[in-house]
């Protein structure tokens, strides 16, 4: 039987599924190339959200309101957004204590095709970032593209997205947690970040796990 670099043979055994944060690698190439679990789809009307403790993607809670994820939505294997993601948010803004939000490292990725559902691994291509404040916490999302998409494939930074979706991506994750009642603004957007920056956070994000889980 080939190998699969994707998996941890030794974690999942050959008889079950491995868990998509723990037993899935970054990838051979990463963080030039990345495998991301895709968690929700455009066409989601619930947020789906990896379980931790047991690898199953589960219902965190119903889209009450309008926000409508506008890419594929989900985390990096084997990243954990702790002490050195949050630190160096601290430093690129200019701030004091921020702290890693406990969650893995999110992604968005970019493609012309209908991907029906979540629950899936795929290779994607990081390309930037937004520095997101999610109460006070660092929050990063990685932006990237998939592995050979017609349309996206050929971007290589941030600055190959076109005005409108970045305004588009700004507006949904400084408002999908805000209650229409609310004037608190819940997430706060400190930078967008190009390729390279990105990378950083991913690495930050790959030390932060192992050194919480070996």
């Known amino acids: 039987m080939p190998e699969n670099k994707n998996y941890d043979q030794a974690g999942s055994g050959q008889r079950y599924r491995a868990h998509p944060w723990h037993g899935v690698c970054l990838g051979a190439n990463w963080p030039d190339i990345v495998n991301a679990y895709i968690e929700v789809v455009p066409s989601d009307t619930v947020k789906y959200e990896l379980d931790k403790e047991t690898g199953i993607l589960q219902i965190d809670r119903p889209q009450l309101y309008s926000s409508i994820y506008?890419?594929?939505?989900?985390?990096?294997?084997?990243?954990?957004?702790?002490?050195?993601?949050?630190?160096?948010?601290?430093?690129?803004?200019?701030?004091?204590?921020?702290?890693?939000?406990?969650?893995?490292?999110?992604?968005?990725?970019?493609?012309?095709?209908?991907?029906?559902?979540?629950?899936?691994?795929?290779?994607?291509?990081p390309i930037g970032g937004f520095r997101l404040l999610d109460s006070g916490e660092a929050d990063d999302k990685i932006i990237s593209v998939l592995v050979g998409d017609a349309l996206y494939g050929h971007w290589q930074g941030i600055g190959d997205v076109p005005d409108e979706v970045m305004r588009r991506l700004e507006h949904f994750f400084l408002t999908y947690k805000q209650m229409?009642?609310?004037?608190?603004?819940?997430?706060?957007?400190?930078?967008?970040?190009?390729?390279?920056?990105?990378?950083?956070?991913?690495?930050?994000?790959?030390?932060?796990?192992?050194?919480?889980?070996?």
């Open 180 to 214: 229409p009642e609310g004037d608190e603004e819940k997430c706060v957007l400190e930078a967008i970040y190009d390729r390279e920056e990105a990378h950083e956070v991913i690495r930050l994000a790959h030390e932060d796990y192992r050194e919480l889980f070996g």
């Open 70 to 125: 506008p890419t594929l939505y989900g985390m990096l294997p084997r990243t954990y957004c702790g002490q050195r993601v949050g630190d160096f948010c601290s430093h690129q803004s200019e701030l004091e204590g921020v702290k890693g939000d406990g969650d893995p490292l999110d992604i968005c990725v970019m493609t012309e095709k209908i991907v029906p559902h979540g629950d899936i691994l795929l290779r994607a291509k």
